[in-house]
């Protein structure tokens, strides 16, 4: 947690206050956010976990600017957000990436959107694609590389602008178990690296636990904040998930999930 | 548990095994033909209807007269390009083609690339577009006439009526084919309206574009031989109806062979083009 210059108290990189969302239905009003608040802090990496439908992804459009919220607002560094903006990288859970653009080309898009001159992108492009171990893959198309660089690719096409939130809906969730580890391990280097601050969705109570430093748990109809744990481990990597302590925290979060299916269910 | 490394001859087939040989039969659905059981397909799908046309024109059942021999529609093919009229009916009707086809082209692309990213603008033009595609082009021939005479105009516009709409549709089509997360992605780079226009979604049609191009060239060779049919002083249309007037079947069929390649050869020159300009897209 940083102190900025001249306040009295800390200013969340991104901070959700008193969000409220509906959607029309076929049934009346879908209410996708109800009243959901978060922080996050800079250089934290936080997670959304919940049931499908609790609004995760709704929450992350509206940060991203790509969705206006029905009331409350999305601050970043204080300000509110008005419109999508390179200032708040996102990346999907489908690929997304352009398919007739090269991995290097692909990362390349926001910084010519941008107006940098050829020399700069390159040298960010190569600089991106090194830490994101795609150097080799450089001059290759999507189609031809795997699931898993896609997914590398489109993290660092999200970071080469230099966002000051990376915001990921489920980024692994199209994954094999090995390459999605494989991945965890990959987005705790560059999370370690760069410090840049993370909001990501997942659907998985163990990549939560693993990879951030703080979880919201939501849950849905209407979709809202129903807990926030600290997670409390330090080295983080894979030898973790055998510790009985990670285990039992997992579990602590899992029983909470269930708990709240099981409400719904017998609603 | 016991986990040991699998032995050589753990890998050996059982005794009396022989292996499956899978057979490509080319009747599978969507498998892949392997070169020496495509070529003779491609070559007998022209070479059988050569053959039964020889043998038909040459068995006497068929008066030659309606039906010229092979070599008849050869010889007359070479006697009208020796004669120079070969030349300049060609050269009058891809000049008719290729200007009807531009200002087809340079409405219905913009226009229908519009229409596939923009709701507002689809639904202001759908439901008309929609209709007049359905009015046959040839029925707005008298109607040409009437309004811009006998001349070049008269035909072009026929060109135009009746490939622009389809033309249009089918790009608002390709456009609308964008995914929804490519858009946002670029909003999210910081991209706006314009760049996404440019650099997401025409860039992400241009083969679908392409191909939209390629059937409605086709359909432009369609019109300008029915435009030509109708009036004209020039033209391969022409020289078809002017080889009826004096009972020249072999002089038809050589012209409708020529119009026949050099439709083929513009297919597969926007063919290559498609897959030289979007590699990314090359099935
Ligand atoms: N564009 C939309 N129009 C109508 N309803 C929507 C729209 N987008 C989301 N919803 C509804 O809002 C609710 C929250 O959706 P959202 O996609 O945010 O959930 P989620 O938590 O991301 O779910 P998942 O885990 O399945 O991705 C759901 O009930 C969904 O049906
Ligand atoms: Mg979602």
Redesign the pocket.
């Given at each position: 947690m940083t102190l900025e210059f001249g306040s009295a108290r800390p200013i969340p990189k991104l901070e959700a206050v008193a969000l409220f969302k509906d959607?029309?239905?076929t049934s009346g009003t879908?209410s996708?956010l109800e009243d959901v608040a978060i922080r996050v802090w800079p250089g934290e990496l936080v997670c959304l976990v919940?049931a499908?439908?609790?609004?995760?992804?709704?929450?992350l459009n509206i940060a991203a600017g790509l969705e206006d919220a029905t009331d409350g607002v999305v601050l970043v560094d204080g300000y509110p957000v008005t419109g999508p903006g390179a200032d708040r990288g996102l990346v999907f859970q489908s690929y997304s990436l352009y398919p007739w653009r090269t991995v290097a080309g692909n990362v390349a898009f926001g910084l010519e959107v941008k107006g940098l001159k050829d020399d700069d992108i390159a040298e960010r492009v190569r600089h991106y694609l090194g830490i994101m171990g795609l150097a080799k893959f450089a001059g290759a198309l999507p189609k031809q590389i795997s699931g898993g660089m896609q997914q590398r690719t489109a993290i660092a096409r999200a970071l080469a602008t230099e966002p000051k939130v990376l915001l990921l809906d489920?980024p692994f969730g199209a994954l094999d178990a090995q390459t999605r580890s494989a991945m965890q391990e990959f987005l705790l280097s560059v999370h370690r690296e760069l410090g840049t601050t993370m909001l990501m969705?997942t659907?998985s109570v163990e990549e939560a636990v693993l990879l951030s430093q703080r979880i919201y748990v939501m849950a849905?109809n209407p979709?809202r904040v129903i807990a926030e744990f600290k997670v409390p481990f330090q080295d983080r990597s894979h030898s973790l998930v055998h510790e009985p302590e990670f285990l039992s925290f997992v579990r602590q979060v899992d029983d909470l999930l269930r708990q709240q299916a099981s409400v719904v269910g017998t609603q | 548990m016991e986990v040991s490394a699998p032995s050589a001859t753990d890998s050996l087939p059982p005794p009396g095994y022989t292996p499956v040989r899978r057979r490509r039969s080319g009747l599978k659905l969507r498998e892949e033909l392997p070169q020496r059981v495509r070529w003779p397909l491609v070559i007998s799908s022209i070479v059988l209807p050569l053959v039964a046309w020889t043998m038909l024109s040459a068995s006497g059942l068929v008066n030659p007269l309606y039906l010229p021999t092979p070599a008849a529609t050869f010889a007359a093919g070479v006697k009208l390009a020796q004669g120079g009229l070969l030349l300049s009916d060609m050269t009058a009707t891809i000049t008719r083609v290729a200007i009807g086809f531009g200002i087809m082209a340079v409405i219905s692309i913009p226009l229908g690339l519009a229409m596939g990213s923009l709701p507002g603008i689809r639904a202001l033009f759908e439901p008309m577009i929609g209709l007049i595609r359905y009015m046959p082009a040839p029925a707005f021939i008298p109607l040409f006439i009437i309004w811009l005479g006998l001349g070049e105009a008269a035909k072009i516009a026929l060109l135009v009526i009746g490939t622009v709409f389809f033309n249009t549709l089918m790009s608002a089509d390709v456009a609308a084919l964008v995914p929804k997360t490519l858009i946002n992605a670029s909003y999210t780079l910081g991209a706006n309206r314009r760049v996404v226009m440019r650099k997401v979604i025409l860039p992400h049609s241009l083969p679908g574009l392409l191909d939209a191009m390629r059937v409605n060239l086709a359909a432009t060779w369609n019109l300008v031989v029915v435009a030509e049919l109708v009036a004209a002083q020039s033209g391969l249309g022409y020289r078809i109806v002017r080889a009826q007037r004096f009972l020249q079947t072999d002089d038809i069929f050589a012209v409708l062979i020529v119009i026949g390649l050099i439709g083929l050869t513009t297919d597969m020159a926007f063919r290559l083009l498609r897959n030289v300009a979007a590699p990314w897209a090359r099935p």
């Amino acid at each position: 947690m940083t102190l900025e210059f001249g306040s009295a108290r800390p200013i969340p990189k991104l901070e959700a206050v008193a969000l409220f969302k509906d959607f029309p239905g076929t049934s009346g009003t879908v209410s996708a956010l109800e009243d959901v608040a978060i922080r996050v802090w800079p250089g934290e990496l936080v997670c959304l976990v919940g049931a499908s439908g609790c609004g995760k992804s709704t929450l992350l459009n509206i940060a991203a600017g790509l969705e206006d919220a029905t009331d409350g607002v999305v601050l970043v560094d204080g300000y509110p957000v008005t419109g999508p903006g390179a200032d708040r990288g996102l990346v999907f859970q489908s690929y997304s990436l352009y398919p007739w653009r090269t991995v290097a080309g692909n990362v390349a898009f926001g910084l010519e959107v941008k107006g940098l001159k050829d020399d700069d992108i390159a040298e960010r492009v190569r600089h991106y694609l090194g830490i994101m171990g795609l150097a080799k893959f450089a001059g290759a198309l999507p189609k031809q590389i795997s699931g898993g660089m896609q997914q590398r690719t489109a993290i660092a096409r999200a970071l080469a602008t230099e966002p000051k939130v990376l915001l990921l809906d489920e980024p692994f969730g199209a994954l094999d178990a090995q390459t999605r580890s494989a991945m965890q391990e990959f987005l705790l280097s560059v999370h370690r690296e760069l410090g840049t601050t993370m909001l990501m969705v997942t659907h998985s109570v163990e990549e939560a636990v693993l990879l951030s430093q703080r979880i919201y748990v939501m849950a849905p109809n209407p979709g809202r904040v129903i807990a926030e744990f600290k997670v409390p481990f330090q080295d983080r990597s894979h030898s973790l998930v055998h510790e009985p302590e990670f285990l039992s925290f997992v579990r602590q979060v899992d029983d909470l999930l269930r708990q709240q299916a099981s409400v719904v269910g017998t609603q | 548990m016991e986990v040991s490394a699998p032995s050589a001859t753990d890998s050996l087939p059982p005794p009396g095994y022989t292996p499956v040989r899978r057979r490509r039969s080319g009747l599978k659905l969507r498998e892949e033909l392997p070169q020496r059981v495509r070529w003779p397909l491609v070559i007998s799908s022209i070479v059988l209807p050569l053959v039964a046309w020889t043998m038909l024109s040459a068995s006497g059942l068929v008066n030659p007269l309606y039906l010229p021999t092979p070599a008849a529609t050869f010889a007359a093919g070479v006697k009208l390009a020796q004669g120079g009229l070969l030349l300049s009916d060609m050269t009058a009707t891809i000049t008719r083609v290729a200007i009807g086809f531009g200002i087809m082209a340079v409405i219905s692309i913009p226009l229908g690339l519009a229409m596939g990213s923009l709701p507002g603008i689809r639904a202001l033009f759908e439901p008309m577009i929609g209709l007049i595609r359905y009015m046959p082009a040839p029925a707005f021939i008298p109607l040409f006439i009437i309004w811009l005479g006998l001349g070049e105009a008269a035909k072009i516009a026929l060109l135009v009526i009746g490939t622009v709409f389809f033309n249009t549709l089918m790009s608002a089509d390709v456009a609308a084919l964008v995914p929804k997360t490519l858009i946002n992605a670029s909003y999210t780079l910081g991209a706006n309206r314009r760049v996404v226009m440019r650099k997401v979604i025409l860039p992400h049609s241009l083969p679908g574009l392409l191909d939209a191009m390629r059937v409605n060239l086709a359909a432009t060779w369609n019109l300008v031989v029915v435009a030509e049919l109708v009036a004209a002083q020039s033209g391969l249309g022409y020289r078809i109806v002017r080889a009826q007037r004096f009972l020249q079947t072999d002089d038809i069929f050589a012209v409708l062979i020529v119009i026949g390649l050099i439709g083929l050869t513009t297919d597969m020159a926007f063919r290559l083009l498609r897959n030289v300009a979007a590699p990314w897209a090359r099935p």
